[in-house]
C-alpha cells in the first residue's frame, strides 16, 4: 500500500513488498511518481524480499532516475549492497 503523508513530494510504502505483492505496490508507485512524488518512505514497510530492489529500480527507470529512498531497513540496505546496485539508488540516511 502507498500512504500519502499530505507532502507534495513524498509517499510512503507500507505492508508487504514480495513477489506477491509487487504488481500493486508498483503500480500504486508509478501513479504516485507521475503526480510528482518522488520521495519514497519505507519507514512502514513489514514485510520485503528481493522484489523491494526490483521496485526501487523500476521507481528510479520510472521517474527518470528522481526517485529518491528514505528509511530503508537494514536488512533491505543489505540486499542493495549484496546486488551492487547502490550507486543506482539515492538512499537518504534518516
Known sequence: MIV???SDRRFGVTGNLVMTTYIEQQQKAISALEQGRVIIDFQKLQEFDSS???FMLEC???SKSQAK???????LRGLID???????LDISRG
Do not use: E, I, T
Open 4 to 6: 500519502d503523508d499530505g
Open 52 to 54: 523491494a530492489v526490483a
Open 60 to 62: 528510479v527507470r520510472s
Open 69 to 75: 529512498f528514505s528509511s530503508l531497513p537494514k536488512a
Open 82 to 88: 549484496l546486488y551492487g546496485v547502490a550507486d543506482l
